[in-house]
């Protein structure tokens, strides 16, 4: 019989034809390179130039903001703990949150000028009072490459100088998606942090897709005049998240009418279907010999659709358990699984539990139960 284990998470597993686009790209995008990808999904869905190390302009604080959101999404940084501005951090150039040198401020409103305008004063505080200096900060933004399998180093904790490919980008979004902190501001549009004199920075999130695309709730964007117009960005529609990136527009209008022809391009190509939910019966009252009970629902342990393109045809489902079970069963064992099928072949196998322990009522057991009992009373 074969086993699979449970992932415990929503499972999207893309089917589609990738390569067979025939001429040209199948959307229109106005931008040195771009991606666009499924979480999850090692190869992007669509891409040009997607490999390619290019400068980013502010997108290379990604990599800092994402670490820094992930420290509060575990609790190594709690919004209400209070930071005090180096000389250092005060005197960081670019989009600021006008932090003073001296000056103490919660964590929690740095946070919001790291995410919504990437203030490199905001990251830089953040960064050294969190973790002690800012090598340590900058180590540990080395180690959050490393985990999403991106070979880039850096040389500071802002990125200086560091080139980034649009699929680095995406694999980056992807993380902050999944990120409480960094999602919680990344959809605001405007906000304020209070210093502590009571004095107040105003906070403008440059994505306009934020409002202006359904679904968008992020991610972040840069702009440099030499190196165009950058961003990241994620939307979620049906419980399927994309991510695109696109690098080097000539405008501001351009990068969000990109991202918004990749998303448009997704939404009208691809469609979710659901397959089963974490703890569903998917197979009820089924036969059990020798055990307590004469039949057992067998369920899921994990959430998991397939995202299929919508000239693809119906998936169907057959299940690989014996029938009869025979006891004993146990609720954290496999018992086999859901088969899902495509035009005749396996995309994609859930693995299903007996809902409930089933005690064994053969001979042999009854009697070792007899045996243990007589044991315990001391014949």
């Given at each position: 019989?074969?086993?699979?284990?449970?992932?415990?998470?929503?499972?999207?597993?893309?089917?589609?034809?990738v390569g067979t686009w025939g001429e040209g790209e199948p959307v229109e995008v106005s931008?040195?390179?771009?991606?666009?990808?499924?979480?999850?999904?090692?190869?992007?869905?669509?891409?040009?130039?997607?490999?390619?190390?290019?400068?980013?302009?502010?997108?290379?604080?990604?990599?800092?903001?994402?670490?820094?959101?992930?420290?509060?999404?575990?609790?190594?940084?709690?919004?209400?703990?209070?930071?005090?501005?180096?000389?250092?951090?005060?005197?960081?150039?670019?989009?600021?949150?006008?932090?003073?040198?001296?000056?103490?401020?919660?964590?929690?409103?740095?946070?919001?000028?790291?995410?919504?305008?990437s203030a490199g004063d905001a990251i830089v505080t953040l960064g050294e009072n969190a973790?002690?200096?800012?090598?340590?900060?900058?180590?540990?933004?080395?180690?959050?490459?490393?985990?999403?399998?991106?070979?880039?180093?850096?040389?500071?904790?802002?990125?200086?100088?560091?080139?980034?490919?649009?699929?680095?980008?995406?694999?980056?979004?992807?993380?902050?998606?999944?990120?409480?902190?960094?999602?919680?501001?990344?959809?605001?549009?405007?906000?304020?942090?209070?210093?502590?004199?009571?004095?107040?920075?105003?906070?403008?999130?440059?994505?306009?897709?934020?409002?202006?695309?359904?679904?968008?709730?992020?991610?972040?964007?840069?702009?440099?005049?030499?190196?165009?117009?950058?961003?990241?960005?994620?939307?979620?529609?049906?419980?399927?998240?994309?991510?695109?990136?696109?690098?080097?527009?000539?405008?501001?209008?351009?990068?969000?009418?990109?991202?918004?022809?990749?998303?448009?391009?997704?939404?009208?190509?691809?469609?979710?279907?659901?397959?089963?939910?974490?703890?569903?019966?998917?197979?009820?009252?089924?036969?059990?010999?020798?055990?307590?009970?004469?039949?057992?629902?067998?369920?899921?342990?994990?959430?998991?659709?397939?995202?299929?393109?919508?000239?693809?045809?119906?998936?169907?489902?057959?299940?690989?358990?014996?029938?009869?079970?025979?006891?004993?069963?146990?609720?954290?064992?496999?018992?086999?699984?859901?088969?899902?099928?495509?035009?005749?072949?396996?995309?994609?196998?859930?693995?299903?539990?007996?809902?409930?322990?089933?005690?064994?009522?053969?001979?042999?057991?009854?009697?070792?139960?007899?045996?243990?009992?007589?044991?315990?009373?001391?014949?």
């Amino acid at each position: 019989m074969r086993r699979f284990v449970s992932l415990l998470l929503t499972v999207f597993i893309l089917l589609l034809p990738v390569g067979t686009w025939g001429e040209g790209e199948p959307v229109e995008v106005s931008a040195s390179a771009w991606c666009l990808s499924l979480p999850g999904r090692a190869e992007p869905l669509l891409d040009k130039k997607g490999t390619e190390p290019m400068s980013v302009a502010g997108l290379r604080k990604l990599p800092a903001v994402l670490t820094l959101c992930r420290a509060f999404d575990s609790g190594l940084i709690a919004e209400s703990t209070g930071m005090q501005v180096s000389p250092h951090a005060a005197s960081i150039s670019g989009p600021t949150a006008f932090l003073e040198s001296g000056e103490r401020i919660e964590a929690g409103e740095l946070l919001k000028a790291a995410v919504m305008i990437s203030a490199g004063d905001a990251i830089v505080t953040l960064g050294e009072n969190a973790f002690g200096s800012e090598s340590v900060f900058l180590n540990n933004i080395q180690v959050t490459l490393k985990e999403l399998g991106i070979d880039r180093t850096l040389t500071d904790c802002l990125g200086t100088g560091v080139a980034f490919s649009a699929l680095d980008l995406c694999t980056l979004g992807a993380a902050a998606a999944k990120s409480q902190h960094f999602c919680r501001w990344a959809g605001q549009y405007m906000e304020h942090i209070v210093h502590s004199g009571g004095r107040e920075t105003e906070l403008v999130n440059a994505n306009r897709m934020i409002r202006s695309y359904s679904g968008c709730f992020g991610l972040m964007t840069g702009s440099q005049k030499e190196e165009g117009y950058t961003g990241v960005f994620a939307v979620k529609r049906n419980d399927v998240v994309y991510v695109a990136a696109v690098i080097g527009a000539k405008s501001s209008e351009d990068r969000f009418a990109a991202a918004g022809s990749l998303f448009d391009y997704a939404f009208a190509t691809f469609q979710p279907v659901r397959l089963t939910g974490a703890g569903e019966v998917a197979a009820p009252d089924w036969p059990v010999l020798s055990g307590d009970r004469a039949t057992v629902d067998l369920v899921a342990h994990e959430d998991a659709s397939l995202l299929l393109n919508k000239s693809a045809g119906k998936v169907d489902r057959r299940l690989d358990v014996e029938d009869p079970l025979t006891a004993p069963l146990y609720a954290d064992v496999t018992v086999g699984s859901a088969v899902f099928t495509l035009g005749g072949e396996e995309v994609f196998a859930v693995a299903l539990y007996p809902a409930a322990d089933v005690a064994s009522h053969s001979l042999v057991d009854l009697l070792r139960r007899v045996g243990r009992s007589y044991l315990r009373t001391g014949g």
